[in-house]
């Protein structure tokens, strides 16, 4: 069995996430999403809407995720990846480069990003819309 896993917030879920999640999975048979933390989020500089416990719900409820993992430090890859047998790391290309060193333990792909949705842009309309 093939396992992939690969990382993020995930907030305000939309079809940019859809994407990169359908094709994480369709390099593999198994696909672990390893999801950030509201703390991890403030290291990260994001606030996200849904909170942990419901972003990890809806990932969940998503037919190309198998398993959800909280992301609670930017060093945890390497240990995930190898406790969990991954045989394939996934990022959008907005990550492109970031990762390389986790070729040493597994294959390290980057998808390329689905341009004209983002969770900044969802807010940043939702946010015009309200002040007309
Ligand atoms: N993504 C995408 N296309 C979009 C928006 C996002 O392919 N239009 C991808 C991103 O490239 C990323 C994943 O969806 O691979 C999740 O995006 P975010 O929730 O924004 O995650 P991010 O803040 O990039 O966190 O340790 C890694 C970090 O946790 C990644």
């Known amino acids: 069995m093939k396992k992939v896993i690969t990382y993020g917030t995930f907030d305000l879920l939309h079809w940019g996430h859809i994407n990169l999640l359908k094709r994480a999975k369709d390099l593999g048979d198994y696909l672990i999403v390893a999801i ?3 703390e991890f989020n403030a290291l990260k500089d994001k606030k996200a809407y849904h909170s942990f416990e419901n972003r ?3 990932l969940e409820s998503i037919r190309y995720v198998d398993e959800v993992i909280p992301e609670n430090k930017w060093e945890q890859k390497r240990e995930d990846i ?3 047998g991954v045989d394939i790391f996934v990022m959008g290309d907005d990550w492109k480069g ?3 060193e986790l070729s040493e333990v597994c294959d390290v792909v980057y998808l390329p990003r ?3 949705i983002s969770t900044s ?3 940043d ?3 015009q819309v309200t002040n007309g």
Do not use: A, P, V, Y
């Open 121 to 123: 842009q969802i807010k």
């Open 114 to 116: 689905t341009i004209g």
């Open 82 to 84: 190898i406790r969990e």
């Open 125 to 127: 309309d939702l946010l």
């Open 56 to 58: 990890k719900m809806i």
């Open 98 to 100: 970031k990762f390389d």
């Open 36 to 38: 950030s933390t509201d």
